[in-house]
């Protein structure tokens, strides 16, 4: 499992609190107006992806989020809850995903692992021009039951320096109409599982058990938590935000 922590920053800056800020790393309301979201300061978008379901139409298949925003596929309304912790100094946000949603999904079309996709906007704050944007995750943790895991592989870094690299509230990733991939958050659009040198890694949700015949899952109040940095310059110094996107299982 990939776990490791970024080295020493320039700085490390609250989001909440002060009044200068850097630039935040901002996410999309998608349940107060589908139709037309706002940011959400210190947030992300995001979610479980199963890249053998189809969307239905028999057109094409299509990737199908487990996702912990929309309304139509997430718990209740899907609203995350935020805050701040130190040590280090981050935000944190977590988000509710129902067990039965992800077993629904793997015994419908399985697969030995689900990818985690997480996206978000970088903000100017109010000190200035925000430039030399740097995505990073930084590291994956878990409390997790049945034997299930989380793991990560390195994939492309070319979305890594993008200041918009938001997950779209349709929550579909395109495999195989021709369109290719679309909606990837931090990940690389053109194939989001390619492999690379780079340190960008893909968080990925393997099931407990033995086998096919013996898929064990995640138990309620199981948790996995992303941490996110990004680093960038404003006026010939870096600045340093940390988010914990937390994925709370119900």
């Not at 409390?143 to 592989?153: A, H, P, Q």
């Amino acid at each position: 499992m990939y776990n490791a922590i970024a080295g020493s920053c320039a700085e490390q800056e609250a989001n909440a609190g002060g009044a200068q800020i850097p630039f935040t790393i901002d996410g999309f309301d998608y349940i107060t107006n589908f139709g037309n979201p706002t940011l959400v300061t210190n947030c992300l978008n995001g979610g479980i992806l199963n890249d053998t379901a189809t969307d239905g139409t028999g057109n094409a298949d299509r990737g199908v989020w487990i996702d912990f925003i929309q309304g139509a596929t997430g718990t209740g309304k899907g609203d995350s809850t935020f805050g701040t912790a130190s040590s280090p100094t981050r935000t944190t946000q977590t988000a509710h995903i129902r067990v039965s949603q992800v077993t629904n999904s793997n015994q419908n079309n399985p697969r030995p692992s689900l990818p985690i996709m997480v996206g978000g906007v970088i903000t100017q704050g109010n000190m200035g021009s925000v430039s030399n944007i740097h995505w990073q995750t930084t590291s994956f943790s878990s409390s997790l039951s049945n034997g299930v895991t989380v793991g990560g592989y390195q994939v492309s870094d070319a979305d890594e320096h993008n200041a918009n690299n938001a997950i779209e509230n349709d929550f579909i990733l395109l495999i195989t109409n021709g369109s290719g991939y679309q909606n990837c958050g931090i990940y690389d659009n053109a194939n989001p599982f390619a492999g690379s040198n780079s340190q960008l890694y893909l968080p990925y949700l393997v099931w407990g058990g033995s086998g096919k015949s013996n898929v064990l899952y995640p138990a309620i109040n199981d948790t996995i938590t992303i941490r996110i940095t990004v680093d960038a310059d404003i006026g010939g110094t870096t600045h340093t935000k940390i988010h914990d996107f937390i994925i709370k299982f119900i």
